[in-house]
């Protein structure tokens, strides 16, 4: 059966990648650390991960189904998971009641999952002191606000050289 890789993300706008790239890009040279691309910065609302088509074309149905303003986001502040003794993930901070709501409202239609609202700009393979500092300098930084109008669900192509996202349906909000 032919399974595709699939994720509901929302895509930021030009301005907000660019400025989170060019921080991003402090952290390019450092040995064991994966920048990621410009054009695949998102938030993550949630990852379905391998679906069937028929999967797929439930999980559209179900998502047809919620209604909700468009909303803004502010995008601020780096941070790191797990935590920052022991960095895997580098990501952004994004603050929003409604972002917060809109993960209820898709929670609802599927099984409950944590939401952590984050932006990832880089993986991290092994620990290197440069990291912390990039965060000390980053943890405050403000890179701006945008407005949400639409999530999208996307498909996930892995390749050697990183993943590759497809829009799969987009969902507008009112």
């Excluded at 994966?34 to 993550?44: A, G, Y």
């Excluded at 379905?48 to 502010?74: A, C, Q, T, V, Y």
């Excluded at 993986?123 to 002191?129: A, T």
Aim: charged share 35%.
């Amino acid at each position: 059966m032919n399974m595709t890789r699939c994720f509901l993300s929302i895509d930021l706008s030009k301005e907000i990648k660019d400025k989170i790239f060019s921080l991003s890009n402090e952290l390019k040279d450092l040995k064991d650390v994966k920048v990621v691309e410009k054009e695949n910065l998102h938030i993550t609302l949630r990852f379905f991960g391998d679906k069937s088509e028929k999967e797929i074309e439930d999980i559209i149905k179900k998502l047809r189904n919620i209604r909700m303003n468009s909303f803004n986001i502010k995008i601020s502040g780096a941070g790191s998971f797990p935590n920052e003794k022991f960095v895997r993930v580098l990501w952004i901070g994004v603050q929003s009641k409604e972002l917060y709501e809109l993960a209820e409202k898709i929670n609802a239609l599927f099984s409950k999952e944590r939401f952590e609202s984050h932006i990832t700009i880089a993986r991290v393979k092994k620990q290197n002191p440069l990291i912390s500092k990039f965060l000390d300098k980053n943890r405050n930084i403000d890179i701006g606000e945008m407005v949400v109008k639409k999530f999208v669900l996307k498909k996930s192509t892995l390749t050697p050289s990183g993943p590759i996202y497809e829009d799969l349906e987009e969902f507008i909000l009112f």
